[in-house]
């Protein structure tokens, strides 16, 4: 027969022992400590634990300074790479700038022309260099500076009587152009040369 439980309506307490021994706890190994060690035993789990927390502690607040460097990091890139994403389409419409330039620079031609129609092409052309500077477009007219060969790019030398004039840019041909200080078009000069 299956072993029955049997209910009894008496009210059950627990048996509490009437003593007024302290309580000693054990070292772990069923062996019992005195009080003065389970006081110094507690204060250096304490002390452990306190490490511990400050440990942790110490970690998350690193990894949360390092989350919030490497935010701002991609914030950065991403303006870097916007700003400059727009180079190749800023480097195919400085031609059509430099056609506008050449339109103007024949003067006699350009005067010729009904003077309304002149300036309704002036008009379109300032919008469109305002648009560019409004990119991050800077044009380069370097005539009277130090030519330079990383800056510059040189189409012909022109002999100077001035020794200060050596290697100095007397003319642009073509002006360059410049985004976020990053050379997109080399300006082409003319350079003086020196020859004694």
Known sequence: MADEIVHNDENIEPE????????????GEGNTATSKDAVKDLREKLKKAIA?????????QRAKADFVNARKRDEEDKKEFVKFAKIG???ELIPVLESFEMARANKAAWEAVDKNWRMG???IQTQFVKVLQDNGVTEVDPKGQKFDPMLHEAVSYDEVQDESQDHVITDVIQKGYTIAGKIIKAPRVKVGEFKK
Do not use: H, R, S, V
């Open 121 to 123: 092409i002036e008009y």
């Open 52 to 60: 511990e927390k400050q440990e942790y502690l110490d970690g998350w």
């Open 89 to 91: 389409l800023i480097e």
């Open 16 to 27: 509490i022992a009437d003593t007024d021994e302290e309580f000693i706890p054990e070292d």
